[in-house]
Protein backbone atom coordinates (compact mmCIF):
# COMPACT_ATOMS: atom_id res chain seq x y z
CA UNK A 1 0.00 0.00 0.00
CA UNK A 2 1.69 3.29 -0.94
CA UNK A 3 2.50 5.47 1.90
CA UNK A 4 0.03 8.34 3.04
CA UNK A 5 -3.02 7.54 0.39
CA UNK A 6 -5.44 4.00 0.11
CA UNK A 7 -5.82 3.14 -3.48
CA UNK A 8 -8.64 1.29 -5.51
CA UNK A 9 -8.19 -2.23 -6.07
CA UNK A 10 -7.79 -2.87 -9.83
CA UNK A 11 -8.39 -5.77 -12.12
CA UNK A 12 -7.90 -6.19 -15.95
CA UNK A 13 -11.62 -6.17 -17.77
CA UNK A 14 -12.82 -10.17 -18.22
CA UNK A 15 -12.07 -9.05 -22.14
CA UNK A 16 -8.44 -7.57 -21.60
CA UNK A 17 -5.25 -9.53 -21.86
CA UNK A 18 -2.12 -8.62 -20.05
CA UNK A 19 1.44 -10.06 -19.46
CA UNK A 20 3.47 -9.70 -16.27
CA UNK A 21 5.80 -7.42 -17.72
CA UNK A 22 2.66 -4.81 -19.27
CA UNK A 23 2.39 -1.65 -17.07
CA UNK A 24 -1.11 0.31 -16.88
CA UNK A 25 -0.84 3.98 -16.15
CA UNK A 26 -4.60 5.32 -14.63
CA UNK A 27 -5.61 8.32 -13.17
CA UNK A 28 -7.49 7.21 -9.84
CA UNK A 29 -9.83 8.51 -6.82
CA UNK A 30 -7.18 7.99 -3.92
CA UNK A 31 -8.38 8.36 -0.05
CA UNK A 32 -5.75 10.01 2.32
CA UNK A 33 -6.29 10.17 5.75
CA UNK A 34 -6.32 13.95 6.91
CA UNK A 35 -5.43 15.66 10.61
CA UNK A 36 -5.42 18.90 11.77
CA UNK A 37 -4.69 19.57 15.69
CA UNK A 38 -4.95 22.38 17.83
CA UNK A 39 -2.53 22.30 21.35
CA UNK A 40 -4.91 22.00 24.40
CA UNK A 41 -3.16 24.60 26.69
CA UNK A 42 -6.14 24.51 29.03
CA UNK A 43 -5.11 21.44 31.87
CA UNK A 44 -5.19 21.03 35.23
CA UNK A 45 -3.25 18.05 35.93
CA UNK A 46 -1.72 16.36 39.30
CA UNK A 47 0.09 13.52 39.93
CA UNK A 48 0.20 12.37 43.58
CA UNK A 49 1.01 9.62 45.82
CA UNK A 50 -1.98 8.58 48.18
CA UNK A 51 -0.74 5.57 50.55
CA UNK A 52 -4.51 5.13 51.37
CA UNK A 53 -5.66 3.33 54.46
CA UNK A 54 -2.91 3.50 57.13
CA UNK A 55 -1.77 5.46 60.36
CA UNK A 56 1.26 6.42 58.62
CA UNK A 57 2.68 10.17 59.46
CA UNK A 58 3.35 12.33 56.36
CA UNK A 59 6.69 13.34 57.74
CA UNK A 60 8.17 9.46 58.07
CA UNK A 61 5.97 7.61 55.63
CA UNK A 62 8.05 4.68 53.38
CA UNK A 63 6.90 4.14 50.20
CA UNK A 64 8.35 0.60 50.03
CA UNK A 65 7.01 -0.60 53.86
CA UNK A 66 5.24 -3.33 53.51
CA UNK A 67 3.08 -2.50 56.37
CA UNK A 68 1.04 -0.19 53.78
CA UNK A 69 -1.57 -1.95 53.21
CA UNK A 70 -2.98 0.24 49.85
CA UNK A 71 -1.00 2.35 48.17
CA UNK A 72 -1.74 4.06 44.86
CA UNK A 73 -0.28 6.89 42.24
CA UNK A 74 -2.75 8.66 41.06
CA UNK A 75 -2.52 11.17 37.84
CA UNK A 76 -5.91 13.31 37.41
CA UNK A 77 -5.71 15.62 34.63
CA UNK A 78 -8.77 17.88 33.40
CA UNK A 79 -9.03 18.91 29.76
CA UNK A 80 -10.81 21.93 28.65
CA UNK A 81 -10.66 21.90 24.66
CA UNK A 82 -12.19 24.98 22.52
CA UNK A 83 -13.82 24.20 19.77
CA UNK A 84 -16.56 26.20 17.28
CA UNK A 85 -20.12 26.35 18.18
CA UNK A 86 -22.36 23.71 17.69
CA UNK A 87 -18.99 21.02 18.32
CA UNK A 88 -20.55 19.81 21.48
CA UNK A 89 -23.15 17.41 20.94
CA UNK A 90 -23.31 16.28 25.41
CA UNK A 91 -24.02 18.66 27.76
CA UNK A 92 -21.89 16.15 30.40
CA UNK A 93 -18.52 17.16 28.25
CA UNK A 94 -18.92 21.16 28.62
CA UNK A 95 -19.00 23.77 30.53
CA UNK A 96 -19.89 25.96 27.54
CA UNK A 97 -21.44 25.74 24.11
CA UNK A 98 -17.91 26.54 23.09
CA UNK A 99 -15.48 24.69 25.32
CA UNK A 100 -15.62 20.47 25.68
CA UNK A 101 -14.21 18.99 28.81
CA UNK A 102 -12.23 15.69 28.76
CA UNK A 103 -10.86 14.15 32.26
CA UNK A 104 -8.72 11.58 32.37
CA UNK A 105 -8.01 9.51 35.79
CA UNK A 106 -5.11 6.79 36.02
CA UNK A 107 -4.49 4.95 39.00
CA UNK A 108 -1.17 2.58 39.64
CA UNK A 109 -1.05 0.31 42.50
CA UNK A 110 1.75 -1.48 44.22
CA UNK A 111 3.58 1.65 44.91
CA UNK A 112 5.31 2.01 41.68
CA UNK A 113 6.24 5.23 40.30
CA UNK A 114 4.02 6.67 37.30
CA UNK A 115 6.71 8.06 34.97
CA UNK A 116 4.58 8.22 31.36
CA UNK A 117 1.51 8.15 30.32
CA UNK A 118 0.35 8.28 25.97
CA UNK A 119 -2.87 7.52 25.30
CA UNK A 120 -5.09 8.46 22.46
CA UNK A 121 -8.92 9.14 23.39
CA UNK A 122 -12.44 9.51 21.57
CA UNK A 123 -13.80 12.48 22.86
CA UNK A 124 -17.43 11.40 23.03
CA UNK A 125 -18.72 14.56 23.73
CA UNK A 126 -17.71 15.86 20.52
CA UNK A 127 -20.62 16.14 17.47
CA UNK A 128 -18.02 15.30 14.64
CA UNK A 129 -20.09 13.54 11.97
CA UNK A 130 -23.09 15.62 12.61
CA UNK A 131 -21.83 19.51 13.01
CA UNK A 132 -20.46 21.42 9.24
CA UNK A 133 -18.25 22.93 11.48
CA UNK A 134 -14.67 21.85 12.07
CA UNK A 135 -15.05 19.73 15.58
CA UNK A 136 -12.14 17.84 16.67
CA UNK A 137 -12.94 14.26 17.46
CA UNK A 138 -9.42 12.88 19.27
CA UNK A 139 -6.93 13.56 21.85
CA UNK A 140 -3.54 12.22 21.82
CA UNK A 141 -2.17 13.03 25.33
CA UNK A 142 1.52 12.43 26.62
CA UNK A 143 2.24 13.13 30.37
CA UNK A 144 5.63 12.96 32.26
CA UNK A 145 6.52 13.92 35.66
CA UNK A 146 9.13 16.02 36.11
CA UNK A 147 11.10 16.65 39.60
CA UNK A 148 11.19 14.70 42.64
CA UNK A 149 8.52 13.53 45.21
CA UNK A 150 7.84 16.02 47.98
CA UNK A 151 6.33 16.75 51.09
CA UNK A 152 4.59 20.24 50.69
CA UNK A 153 2.68 21.34 54.00
CA UNK A 154 -0.47 23.38 54.24
CA UNK A 155 -1.22 22.81 50.70
CA UNK A 156 -4.74 23.50 49.79
CA UNK A 157 -4.53 21.20 47.27
CA UNK A 158 -2.74 18.69 49.22
CA UNK A 159 -4.65 19.01 52.65
CA UNK A 160 -3.41 15.88 53.78
CA UNK A 161 0.38 16.07 52.63
CA UNK A 162 1.11 12.75 51.04
CA UNK A 163 3.93 13.52 48.71
CA UNK A 164 3.23 14.48 44.90
CA UNK A 165 5.35 15.20 41.99
CA UNK A 166 4.87 17.44 39.08
CA UNK A 167 3.53 16.63 36.10
CA UNK A 168 4.43 17.76 32.18
CA UNK A 169 1.29 17.22 30.31
CA UNK A 170 1.08 17.65 26.15
CA UNK A 171 -1.87 17.31 24.34
CA UNK A 172 -3.41 17.58 21.04
CA UNK A 173 -7.25 17.70 20.31
CA UNK A 174 -7.86 16.74 16.42
CA UNK A 175 -10.27 16.49 13.77
CA UNK A 176 -10.12 13.96 11.51
CA UNK A 177 -11.26 13.84 7.85
CA UNK A 178 -10.33 11.89 4.58
CA UNK A 179 -9.61 13.49 1.35
CA UNK A 180 -10.17 12.04 -1.62
CA UNK A 181 -7.24 13.28 -4.45
CA UNK A 182 -6.33 12.69 -7.95
CA UNK A 183 -3.85 10.25 -9.02
CA UNK A 184 -1.52 8.89 -11.38
CA UNK A 185 -0.38 5.56 -10.55
CA UNK A 186 1.42 2.65 -12.60
CA UNK A 187 -0.18 -0.62 -12.19
CA UNK A 188 1.09 -4.18 -12.61
CA UNK A 189 -0.19 -7.54 -12.83
CA UNK A 190 -0.03 -9.22 -9.54
CA UNK A 191 2.00 -13.10 -10.15
CA UNK A 192 -1.79 -15.13 -9.97
CA UNK A 193 -3.31 -12.50 -12.78
CA UNK A 194 -6.01 -11.89 -10.16
CA UNK A 195 -5.68 -7.85 -9.23
CA UNK A 196 -3.49 -4.69 -10.84
CA UNK A 197 -1.21 -3.63 -7.95
CA UNK A 198 0.79 -0.53 -7.55
CA UNK A 199 4.39 -0.44 -9.21
CA UNK A 200 6.54 3.12 -8.96
CA UNK A 201 5.73 6.51 -7.72
CA UNK A 202 2.17 7.17 -6.70
CA UNK A 203 2.04 11.18 -8.16
CA UNK A 204 -1.22 12.77 -6.38
CA UNK A 205 -2.44 15.88 -7.70
CA UNK A 206 -3.21 18.07 -4.65
CA UNK A 207 -4.97 21.00 -7.14
CA UNK A 208 -8.45 18.54 -7.43
CA UNK A 209 -8.87 17.07 -3.69
CA UNK A 210 -11.61 17.15 -1.95
CA UNK A 211 -13.12 16.28 1.31
CA UNK A 212 -15.13 13.09 2.24
CA UNK A 213 -18.25 14.46 3.67
CA UNK A 214 -21.14 12.59 5.38
CA UNK A 215 -23.63 11.91 3.27
CA UNK A 216 -26.70 12.79 5.86
CA UNK A 217 -25.31 15.21 7.31
CA UNK A 218 -22.82 17.00 4.82
CA UNK A 219 -19.98 17.25 7.51
CA UNK A 220 -16.31 16.56 6.85
CA UNK A 221 -15.16 16.15 10.11
CA UNK A 222 -15.39 12.82 10.77
CA UNK A 223 -16.04 10.85 14.39
CA UNK A 224 -14.73 7.64 13.67
CA UNK A 225 -13.91 5.98 17.59
CA UNK A 226 -10.21 4.69 16.53
CA UNK A 227 -9.72 2.71 19.29
CA UNK A 228 -12.48 0.68 18.76
CA UNK A 229 -11.18 0.28 15.34
CA UNK A 230 -7.75 -0.88 16.23
CA UNK A 231 -8.18 -2.58 19.64
CA UNK A 232 -11.00 -5.35 17.54
CA UNK A 233 -8.89 -5.40 14.43
CA UNK A 234 -5.49 -6.32 15.99
CA UNK A 235 -3.81 -2.93 13.73
CA UNK A 236 -1.24 -2.33 16.64
CA UNK A 237 -0.05 -4.73 18.90
CA UNK A 238 -0.04 -4.49 23.04
CA UNK A 239 -2.35 -4.18 25.18
CA UNK A 240 -4.62 -1.10 25.87
CA UNK A 241 -2.79 0.27 28.97
CA UNK A 242 0.31 -1.63 30.43
CA UNK A 243 0.56 -1.31 33.90
CA UNK A 244 3.83 -2.95 34.02
CA UNK A 245 5.05 -6.89 35.04
CA UNK A 246 4.30 -7.73 38.49
CA UNK A 247 6.54 -10.51 40.71
CA UNK A 248 4.39 -13.45 41.88
CA UNK A 249 6.34 -13.86 45.39
CA UNK A 250 6.65 -10.07 46.03
CA UNK A 251 3.59 -8.62 44.34
CA UNK A 252 5.65 -5.96 43.43
CA UNK A 253 6.52 -4.43 39.62
CA UNK A 254 10.00 -6.18 38.54
CA UNK A 255 10.45 -3.32 36.37
CA UNK A 256 10.23 0.63 37.50
CA UNK A 257 9.03 2.68 36.51
CA UNK A 258 5.77 2.28 34.47
CA UNK A 259 4.78 3.61 31.63
CA UNK A 260 1.42 3.34 30.20
CA UNK A 261 1.10 3.99 26.54
CA UNK A 262 -1.95 2.56 24.61
CA UNK A 263 -1.40 0.91 21.93
CA UNK A 264 -1.52 3.83 19.43
CA UNK A 265 1.48 5.16 21.54
CA UNK A 266 3.48 2.54 21.76
CA UNK A 267 3.72 1.73 18.16
CA UNK A 268 4.58 5.46 17.91
CA UNK A 269 7.09 5.29 20.42
CA UNK A 270 8.43 1.61 20.17
CA UNK A 271 7.09 0.79 16.26
CA UNK A 272 9.05 0.85 13.30
CA UNK A 273 10.81 4.16 12.42
CA UNK A 274 9.57 5.08 16.55
CA UNK A 275 10.25 8.29 18.23
CA UNK A 276 11.94 8.70 21.63
CA UNK A 277 9.79 10.19 24.55
CA UNK A 278 11.90 13.04 25.25
CA UNK A 279 11.80 13.95 21.28
CA UNK A 280 8.08 14.52 21.68
CA UNK A 281 7.49 15.37 25.53
CA UNK A 282 7.61 18.97 26.56
CA UNK A 283 5.96 22.01 24.93
CA UNK A 284 9.43 23.02 23.68
CA UNK A 285 8.54 19.94 21.11
CA UNK A 286 4.87 20.40 20.14
CA UNK A 287 6.33 20.37 16.58
CA UNK A 288 8.02 17.22 17.09
CA UNK A 289 5.02 15.98 18.89
CA UNK A 290 2.42 17.06 16.19
CA UNK A 291 4.72 15.76 13.23
CA UNK A 292 4.76 11.82 14.78
CA UNK A 293 1.25 11.85 15.73
CA UNK A 294 0.14 12.94 12.18
CA UNK A 295 2.43 10.23 10.79
CA UNK A 296 1.41 7.48 12.85
CA UNK A 297 -2.21 8.47 12.40
CA UNK A 298 -2.19 8.33 8.73
CA UNK A 299 -0.44 5.05 9.04
CA UNK A 300 -3.15 3.87 11.22
CA UNK A 301 -5.98 5.22 9.01
CA UNK A 302 -4.88 3.76 5.81
CA UNK A 303 -5.04 0.33 7.59
CA UNK A 304 -8.39 0.96 8.62
CA UNK A 305 -9.83 2.41 5.36
CA UNK A 306 -8.56 -0.73 3.52
CA UNK A 307 -10.15 -3.26 6.08
CA UNK A 308 -13.22 -1.65 7.08
CA UNK A 309 -14.03 0.83 4.55
CA UNK A 310 -14.17 -0.39 1.36
CA UNK A 311 -17.28 -1.24 -0.85
CA UNK A 312 -18.08 -5.48 -1.20
CA UNK A 313 -17.06 -7.38 -3.75
CA UNK A 314 -21.08 -8.41 -4.10
CA UNK A 315 -21.16 -4.23 -5.27
CA UNK A 316 -20.82 -3.47 -8.88
CA UNK A 317 -17.77 -2.05 -10.14
CA UNK A 318 -16.81 1.19 -12.09
CA UNK A 319 -14.75 0.89 -15.44
CA UNK A 320 -11.80 3.17 -16.26
CA UNK A 321 -9.64 3.56 -19.68
CA UNK A 322 -6.28 4.14 -18.92
CA UNK A 323 -3.23 3.35 -20.51
CA UNK A 324 -0.66 -0.11 -21.32
CA UNK A 325 2.75 0.18 -21.33
CA UNK A 326 4.23 -3.06 -23.19
CA UNK A 327 7.97 -4.07 -23.54
CA UNK A 328 9.00 -5.20 -27.01
CA UNK A 329 12.01 -6.19 -28.33
CA UNK A 330 14.03 -3.71 -30.87
CA UNK A 331 17.62 -2.73 -31.70
CA UNK A 332 19.60 -0.80 -29.25
CA UNK A 333 21.84 1.97 -30.33
CA UNK A 334 24.97 2.23 -29.66
CA UNK A 335 25.80 6.26 -28.82
CA UNK A 336 29.56 5.56 -30.03
CA UNK A 337 28.85 3.77 -33.56
CA UNK A 338 25.83 6.11 -33.60
CA UNK A 339 28.62 9.36 -34.01
CA UNK A 340 30.80 7.58 -36.09
CA UNK A 341 28.27 6.78 -38.41
CA UNK A 342 26.73 10.37 -38.27
CA UNK A 343 30.42 11.76 -39.17
CA UNK A 344 31.09 9.12 -42.06
CA UNK A 345 27.77 10.29 -43.09
CA UNK A 346 28.54 13.97 -42.90
CA UNK A 347 32.17 13.52 -44.79
CA UNK A 348 29.76 11.88 -47.79
CA UNK A 349 27.46 14.18 -47.83
CA UNK A 350 30.36 17.45 -47.38
CA UNK A 351 32.82 15.56 -49.74
CA UNK A 352 29.59 14.72 -52.74
CA UNK A 353 28.85 18.19 -52.56
CA UNK A 354 32.31 19.26 -52.88
CA UNK A 355 32.61 17.16 -55.60
CA UNK A 356 29.61 18.27 -57.43
CA UNK A 357 30.72 21.78 -57.61
CA UNK A 358 34.41 21.59 -58.10
CA UNK A 359 33.32 18.16 -61.61
CA UNK A 360 32.06 19.74 -64.70
CA UNK A 361 28.96 17.64 -65.67
CA UNK A 362 27.04 20.10 -68.24
CA UNK A 363 25.18 18.48 -70.80
CA UNK A 364 25.56 14.79 -68.87
CA UNK A 365 22.60 13.08 -68.18
CA UNK A 366 22.66 11.20 -64.59
CA UNK A 367 22.25 7.50 -65.36
CA UNK A 368 23.03 4.36 -64.48
CA UNK A 369 26.31 3.06 -65.87
CA UNK A 370 26.35 -0.53 -66.23
CA UNK A 371 23.30 -0.55 -68.68
CA UNK A 372 24.11 -1.19 -72.18
CA UNK A 373 22.89 1.75 -73.31
CA UNK A 374 25.06 3.77 -70.91
CA UNK A 375 28.54 1.65 -71.73
CA UNK A 376 27.24 2.45 -75.43
CA UNK A 377 26.49 6.07 -74.83
CA UNK A 378 30.10 6.89 -72.68
CA UNK A 379 31.66 4.55 -75.79
CA UNK A 380 30.00 6.74 -78.67
CA UNK A 381 32.43 8.89 -79.97
CA UNK A 382 35.65 7.31 -78.81
CA UNK A 383 38.68 5.89 -80.58
CA UNK A 384 37.08 2.38 -79.69
CA UNK A 385 34.19 2.75 -81.89
CA UNK A 386 36.11 4.42 -85.09
CA UNK A 387 37.76 1.58 -87.43
CA UNK A 388 40.22 4.29 -88.54
CA UNK A 389 42.00 4.74 -85.17
CA UNK A 390 43.51 1.85 -85.46
CA UNK A 391 42.21 0.08 -82.13
CA UNK A 392 39.85 -2.20 -83.41
CA UNK A 393 39.68 -3.30 -86.83
CA UNK A 394 35.94 -3.19 -88.55
CA UNK A 395 33.84 -5.99 -87.71
CA UNK A 396 35.46 -5.66 -84.28
CA UNK A 397 32.12 -6.47 -82.62
CA UNK A 398 32.51 -10.29 -84.11
CA UNK A 399 35.85 -10.47 -82.60
CA UNK A 400 35.99 -13.58 -79.47
CA UNK A 401 37.19 -12.56 -76.08
CA UNK A 402 40.65 -13.83 -76.59
CA UNK A 403 41.17 -11.54 -79.79
CA UNK A 404 39.45 -8.41 -77.62
CA UNK A 405 42.52 -9.02 -75.41
CA UNK A 406 45.36 -9.04 -77.70
CA UNK A 407 43.36 -5.91 -79.51
CA UNK A 408 43.25 -3.85 -76.73
CA UNK A 409 46.71 -4.75 -75.24
CA UNK A 410 48.30 -1.75 -74.44
CA UNK A 411 45.57 0.18 -74.11
CA UNK A 412 44.02 2.20 -71.16
CA UNK A 413 40.26 2.73 -71.05
CA UNK A 414 39.81 6.30 -68.85
CA UNK A 415 36.24 8.31 -67.92
CA UNK A 416 36.85 11.65 -68.30
CA UNK A 417 36.19 14.64 -70.62
CA UNK A 418 37.30 14.31 -74.41
CA UNK A 419 37.51 16.34 -77.36
CA UNK A 420 34.34 15.60 -79.64
CA UNK A 421 36.07 13.45 -82.84
CA UNK A 422 32.83 13.89 -84.41
CA UNK A 423 33.79 17.22 -85.67
CA UNK A 424 35.11 16.70 -89.41
CA UNK A 425 38.16 17.22 -90.69
CA UNK A 426 36.53 19.64 -93.49
CA UNK A 427 35.72 21.64 -90.01
CA UNK A 428 38.69 21.56 -88.31
CA UNK A 429 40.78 22.83 -91.72
CA UNK A 430 38.18 25.63 -91.99
CA UNK A 431 38.65 26.57 -88.29
CA UNK A 432 42.56 26.45 -89.06
CA UNK A 433 42.06 28.62 -92.02
CA UNK A 434 39.90 30.92 -90.13
CA UNK A 435 42.38 30.83 -87.09
CA UNK A 436 45.22 32.32 -89.72
CA UNK A 437 45.24 36.45 -90.03
CA UNK A 438 44.52 37.83 -93.42
CA UNK A 439 46.97 40.07 -94.90
CA UNK A 440 45.73 43.39 -94.25
CA UNK A 441 45.45 44.49 -98.19
CA UNK A 442 44.23 41.33 -99.04
CA UNK A 443 41.57 41.85 -96.64
CA UNK A 444 40.44 45.31 -97.46
CA UNK A 445 40.59 43.83 -101.14
CA UNK A 446 38.41 41.24 -100.44
CA UNK A 447 36.26 43.57 -98.37
CA UNK A 448 35.97 46.07 -101.44
CA UNK A 449 35.19 43.51 -104.09
CA UNK A 450 32.94 41.32 -102.32
CA UNK A 451 31.68 43.24 -99.36
CA UNK A 452 28.63 40.95 -98.69
CA UNK A 453 30.21 37.47 -98.68
CA UNK A 454 32.98 38.48 -97.26
CA UNK A 455 30.72 39.25 -93.88
CA UNK A 456 29.15 36.26 -93.96
CA UNK A 457 32.07 33.95 -94.58
CA UNK A 458 33.46 35.32 -91.33
CA UNK A 459 30.51 34.96 -89.32
CA UNK A 460 30.40 31.05 -90.40
CA UNK A 461 34.08 30.78 -89.47
CA UNK A 462 33.36 32.20 -85.93
CA UNK A 463 30.27 29.82 -85.48
CA UNK A 464 32.23 26.94 -86.47
CA UNK A 465 35.14 27.76 -84.38
CA UNK A 466 32.63 27.93 -81.42
CA UNK A 467 31.11 24.42 -82.36
CA UNK A 468 34.30 22.53 -82.41
CA UNK A 469 35.41 24.09 -79.26
CA UNK A 470 32.95 20.94 -78.29
CA UNK A 471 34.01 18.31 -75.59
CA UNK A 472 31.90 14.98 -74.75
CA UNK A 473 31.77 13.13 -70.98
CA UNK A 474 32.68 9.49 -71.92
CA UNK A 475 35.26 6.87 -72.37
CA UNK A 476 38.19 6.94 -74.48
CA UNK A 477 41.41 5.04 -74.93
CA UNK A 478 44.58 5.77 -74.69
CA UNK A 479 48.12 4.43 -74.68
CA UNK A 480 49.56 3.06 -71.68
CA UNK A 481 53.26 3.90 -72.83
CA UNK A 482 56.14 2.27 -70.59
CA UNK A 483 54.01 1.92 -67.67
CA UNK A 484 51.97 -1.13 -69.16
CA UNK A 485 48.83 0.18 -67.03
CA UNK A 486 46.72 -3.20 -68.34
Partial sequence: MPRGVVLPRMALADDATAGLDDTFNHTVSALRPL????????????????????????????????TVD????????????????????DDDFATDENTLVYEYKRTVTFGSDLAHVGKLVHLSGSAASVSLEECPSALFLLARPIGDWNLPRGD???????????????????????????????????????????SGVVVLHDDGAERVANATTGATSLGYRLPDFYTNGGIFGGT??????????????VSEPV??????????????????????????????????????????????????????????????????????????????????LQAVLAAMIILGLTGRLLVRLEGVLPRNPCS?????????????????AGVLPVDGQKMKPGELGEALSGWVFSLGWWEDRSVSEAQRRSQEAADTPFEEGAEESAASEHPGPTTK??????????????????IDVGQAGPYRLL
Avoid at 48 to 57: I, S, T
Avoid at 161 to 176: D, H
Avoid at 277 to 296: K, M, Q, T, Y
Fill in 156 to 198: DDNNNGWPWKATEMTALACSQHIEQVPASVMFRQDSGFAHLIP
Fill in 70 to 89: FAVDNMMATFRIPVPTGCVA
Fill in 457 to 474: MLTERTTEKRVSDGVRFG
Fill in 240 to 253: EEHDGEIDDETGRY
Fill in 259 to 340: HLYGRFFNHLIFGHNGVSVEAIAGPANLANFSSAVARDYGQMLQHIIDRNLRPLSTQPSVQIVGELKRRVLRLAIHRPSKIT
Fill in 35 to 66: LRCIQVEDIDVAMRYDPGFGDLEPSNYDRWND
Fill in 372 to 388: IGSVMALLAGSQVCDPT
